[in-house]
């Protein structure tokens, strides 16, 4: 009976050990087409819940097994995957593109919503708007923009924080 144990831990030790040799860290950097590195690009392991993103520096580390595929996504850029071999390093560069996308309404407790889909009016700000006001940041440009929303500067300096308040809530300092 304990020889059978002693056998079955055995095993067991070979084949985690094979496991993990299988993994490896895989590093890189991802730049636009100008040369210049991207923070905040998605690096997913296709098929899976693993992922990270890149740092100020557009570089990033994922633990991956040979033949899986990165996906590397950032808005505003096409997607790009790559399949991960022998190497320890792949450097990705991300192309801009034209997108079109899809009206997408943040409502309450984070959901999001086409904006077709809602059964109900929303106000929309449009980019241009926000520059036509030549603010010193986006929180004091939604100022007069949106009704039952009340964007405050907490005091006259420029660049000061900003207090946003809606008519249910209590105010958020931004």
């Known amino acids: 009976m304990t020889t059978r144990i002693v056998i079955a831990l055995v095993g067991l030790l070979v ?3 094979q496991a993990t040799a299988q993994q490896k860290v895989v590093t890189g950097t991802v730049r ?3 040369g210049t590195p991207l ?3 998605a690096v997913t392991i296709k098929g899976t819940i693993g992922r990270t993103g890149t740092n100020n520096d557009g570089t990033y580390a994922i633990h991956v097994a040979a033949g899986q595929i990165l996906q590397y996504r950032l808005i505003g850029t096409a997607s790009v995957e790559r399949t991960v071999g022998e190497e320890n390093v792949i ?3 991300l192309r801009r593109t034209a997108l079109d996308l899809d009206a997408v309404v943040v409502t309450a407790l984070g959901q999001t919503r086409e904006q077709r889909a809602l059964g109900y009016s929303q106000q929309s700000v449009q980019g241009n708007d926000i520059v036509a006001t030549q603010r010193d940041n986006f929180i004091n440009a939604l100022s ?3 009704a ?3 964007v405050t500067s907490t005091s006259g300096v420029p ?3 900003a207090s946003i308040r809606d008519s249910l809530s209590s105010s958020t300092n931004y």
Do not use: T
């Open 32 to 34: 636009s087409e100008q």
């Open 39 to 41: 923070a905040g690009v």
């Open 15 to 17: 084949i985690s050990g």
């Open 148 to 150: 039952g929303v009340d």
């Open 159 to 161: 660049g000061a924080s």
């Open 91 to 93: 450097d990705v560069v």
């Open 144 to 146: 007069g923009r949106v």
